[in-house]
Nanobody
Framework: VQLQASGGGLVQAGGSLRLSCAASGRTISNSRMGWFRQAPGKAREFVASISWSGGSTYYADSWKGRFTISRDNTKNTVYLQMRSLKPEDTAVYYC????????????????WGQGTLVTVSS
């Protein structure tokens, strides 16, 4: 499966963005999906994940309440709605897919997409 993240860009602090992750080559309707981010000079870190049905989600504490992960299996796409953005949210955001485990807290993913850059200005 190929994953393509999009929707990044430059936004002012307090603004919102919605990232999309479009999958091709294979349906993701039976996969667990996740979003990760890598800020400049820092390691990649987990943001959020969602079960294959969308019925279960899991967030890192840092983004709980401001970010919302969702999916549309009919479009083979996963989304990350980001609100009340802060300069420290500046990072490259990556989506990932895993077909092996249904556990949303599972940290390992099989497939990774290219990232999309989000820049939040103060």
């Amino acid at each position: 499966v190929q994953l393509q993240a999009s929707g990044g860009g430059l936004v002012q602090a307090g603004g919102s963005l919605r990232l999309s992750c479009a999958a091709s080559g294979r349906t993701i309707s039976n996969s667990r999906m996740g979003w990760f981010r890598q800020a400049p000079g820092k390691a990649r870190e987990f943001v959020a994940s969602i079960s294959w049905s969308g019925g279960s989600t899991y967030y890192a504490d840092s983004w709980k309440g401001r970010f919302t992960i969702s999916r549309d299996n009919t479009k083979n796409t996963v989304y990350l709605q980001m609100r009340s953005l802060k300069p420290e949210d500046t990072a490259v955001y990556y989506c990932a897919a895993d077909f092996r485990s249904y556990v949303v807290k599972e940290p390992f993913y099989e497939y990774w997409g290219q990232g999309t850059l989000v820049t939040v200005s103060s």
